[in-house]
């Protein structure tokens, strides 16, 4: 029986009606093969009636149609669902009572309750916050959806009709959040998000200063764990009073646009906004990273998305070799190197979009291998080394406290792509704690995969492949990130990229479903065809275009903070040429799988070195002297950057520069007179 059908049936248990749906245009629909008479309203408006709690047809519609994705009749199960969305600046109320809830596809969430009889309910409680209590809704385990909190549904809360305690709709009376009252931590992954939706809804409502709204703003920044609460809080707030309009009621403005129209969109020639400013140094992903499917796949989720074309190479690619699990290798002095990869994209807060690109990839993956994506992907990011050995563990006998025998099966699919939305404010802070082994677990994940937890040996893991896809902002990775966890290997086991926000989509998009399902269609082929892969090498053309670059990598200078942090280039490249080679279907790796791996590593090395200007230290004193003060006056000369930093020493200069430079922090050029000129990156 499959999953989709068994939960159909637990649902009909529970006096829920359910009907098959698909995805059409970008909408899901119901899929019903009725006759036309029986629905004369055509089966996208009314097929959701046809719903029902009889066995037998849902048996037969499942049978027939077993991808179809699951919805439930809202009026029939007694549901009212608000539905929250934070592409349209939702957040969850504050008033909302715990309940039954569900991730949804796009990100947002389904707080389901139960509806009164002959009960009206509002259409919306706010921008990006709708009630659905006809209709329907599409429910896990459909593609994108999974249950948070698996309860019985609660009767709708009446604080959210109106009166006190949270009030978010119609005109009765102000609205301020008690920051007291906020629900206990805001999940993971969406801080910035509810944290800008807090302060639309501020602006929204009106009657509130900006003075009160940041100083409100501020509260919850700091309940969330915000690593500077006061610069968040005004920063958000700025971000939401510049984005609503001026003027008009309450009501009026909460249905203002959150992006202000143009001149030439209140014309009528689009209301899109131009593309974001390109930043002079800002690094350019290569066209060869882009290669064949992998290119194919970027292509196709671009236009509907407002994430990175870089985040979607990345999050692919690690999430690909994830998939791959163990088979597919290189051998390198001895050791196996599966395809398995650390990335984390490093972007500014939630306008990067940094989660939008795995939330359309999930599209993909599950029309690829449904079961690993939703039993070996992860988005709670890490929190301890124990836990991970146990989400991986090998079998365990133990001994009770009668003295009997049982047996822990363990894990039998090692295979885990964990997300880490909160990789710089949670994870590394996590990994300072007094007794924590994360950080040697996390670097033996990378290495081995053979995971032993030393307080209680019984307790192992063997042959675990396991991926880590981290996402935090530049800020707080050069706050967080310490010289301890680049020099002892930690941070080198991952690959850093820039990512922004790609464009401005106001509603966000869909991928051809056809075309969606004919890539998936070449992707299904290419993974049966990895999986009987073993061991891979390299064909001529490839053996010698790898040997040129990594004679060039090893004749480097290996000094300095920034050849730590890239240290191990060389097999992240390695692992990426075996990605592409099962990507382009490829026995061996031949120069295009090199190319493709060196335009990824490339764009990498540019990002760490970015990253290592925003942190402001360079582990070496003079050299952070002079790198300040080029960062503070620009360009200057050799003579005058000694004068004003107050050396007498040319020797120290010498020093300084030559260190800044083969770490490539600083760029010098001729100048007039034979001076020589500096100026930082």
């Known amino acids: ?18 009907f098959p749906c698909r995805l059409v245009n970008g909408k899901k629909v119901p899929w019903l093969d009725h006759a036309a ?29 077993p991808d179809a994705w699951i919805g439930v009749n809202c009026e029939g199960a007694r549901w009212a669902v608000v539905d929250v969305d934070p592409r349209n600046g939702g957040v969850r109320p504050a008033a909302a009572d715990p309940t039954l809830l569900q991730e949804t596809m796009s990100g947002g969430e389904h707080l389901i309750y139960l509806a009164e009889p002959n009960r009206r309910y509002p259409g919306t409680l706010g921008p990006g916050v709708d009630v659905k209590h006809r209709g329907y809704v599409i429910v896990a385990p459909s ?25 978010v709709g119609g005109s009765g009376g102000q609205y301020k959040p008690d920051p007291e009252l906020e629900w206990a931590g805001i999940p993971e992954g969406q801080r ?35 690593a500077d609460p006061e610069k968040e809080a005004e920063g958000f707030v700025d971000d939401a009073w510049r984005r609503y309009e001026d003027g008009g009621s309450p009501e009026q403005r909460a249905a203002a646009r959150w992006f202000a129209e143009d001149e030439e969109a209140e014309e009528g020639e689009g209301d899109e906004r131009e593309e974001p400013e390109v930043e002079e140094d800002w690094p350019v992903m290569e066209e060869a990273a882009f290669h064949g499917i992998a290119g194919e796949v970027v292509d196709l989720l671009l236009p509907a998305t407002e994430a990175d074309r870089v985040a979607l190479l990345v999050e692919f690619l690690v999430a690909w070799g994830n998939l791959l699990g163990t088979g597919p290798h290189l051998r390198l002095s001895g ?77 039998p699919d090692k295979r885990l792509l964990i997300h880490d939305p909160e990789f710089a404010g949670k994870t590394l802070t996590l990994m300072r704690r007094e007794g924590s082994i994360l950080s040697a677990v996390v670097r033996e994940c990378y290495d081995t995969g053979n995971l032993l937890n030393r307080k209680s040996e019984q307790i192992r893991a063997t042959n675990a492949h396991v991926s880590i896809m981290g996402h935090c902002t530049l800020e707080e990775l050069g706050s967080k990130l310490t010289d301890v966890e680049i ?44 999986l009987r892969t073993g061991q891979v090498g390299y064909d001529h053309f490839g053996d010698r275009a790898w040997k040129k670059s990594y004679d060039r990598m090893m004749d480097s200078p290996t000094t300095g903070p920034l050849d730590a ?37 490339r764009y990498a090395y540019l990002s760490a070195r970015r990253l290592l200007n925003a942190k402001g230290s360079t582990g070496n004193r003079d050299a952070d002297a002079l790198l300040e003060l080029l960062h503070r006056e620009g360009i200057l000369s050799v003579r005058d950057a000694m004068q004003k930093l107050g050396w007498t020493s040319g020797a120290k200069m010498s020093r300084a520069r030559g260190f800044l430079e083969r770490n490539r922090l600083i760029k010098t050029e001729p100048g007039r007179g034979g001076k020589i000129l500096m100026r930082a990156y």
Not at 40 to 58: F, V
Not at 496 to 522: I, M, Q, T
Request: proline share 4%; with cysteine; aromatic share 8%.
């Open 1 to 18: 029986m499959s999953q989709l059908l068994e939960a159909a049936l637990e649902y009909a248990r529970k006096g829920w009606p359910v």
């Open 37 to 65: 008479r029986d629905c004369p309203q055509g089966e996208g408006n009314c097929g959701y009636k046809h719903a029902t709690c009889d066995e037998q047809t849902i048996r037969q519609w499942w049978t027939t149609k």
């Open 143 to 167: 593609p994108g959806y999974r249950w948070k909190h698996e309860v019985d549904p609660v009767p709708f809360p009446p604080a959210l009709l109106g009166g006190s305690g949270g009030h």
């Open 192 to 226: 910035h998000d509810k944290l800008f939706g807090r302060a639309a809804e501020l602006r929204g409502r009106g009657g509130v200063s900006r003075e009160e709204a940041v100083a409100i703003l501020e509260k919850i920044a700091r309940k969330a764990g915000c």
């Open 335 to 411: 050791a196996q190197h599966p395809a398995r990869l650390f990335g984390c994209l490093v972007g500014d807060t939630a306008r990067a979009r940094k989660s939008a690109a795995w939330s359309c990839l999930k599209q993909v993956f599950y029309l690829v291998d449904q079961d690993w994506l939703t039993r070996q992907v992860g988005g709670d990011g890490l929190s301890s080394g124990e836990g991970l050995i146990v989400a991986v563990r090998d079998p365990i006998t133990r001994r009770g406290q009668n003295g009997r025998e049982y047996t822990d099966e363990g894990v």
């Open 487 to 530: 020099a002892n290997g930690f941070a080198n086991r991952f690959l850093f990229f820039l990512v922004r926000r790609s464009k401005n989509l106001h509603v966000g998009g869909h991928p051809d479903p056809d075309a969606l399902a004919e890539l998936a269609r070449k992707l299904s082929a290419l993974y049966q065809a990895a």
């Open 565 to 601: 942090l890239t240290a191990r280039t060389s097999i992240h490249a390695q692992r990426l040429q075996l990605l592409y080679a099962t990507l382009n279907g490829s026995e061996a790796i031949g120069a295009q799988e090199v190319e493709s791996s060196l335009a990824v590593v």
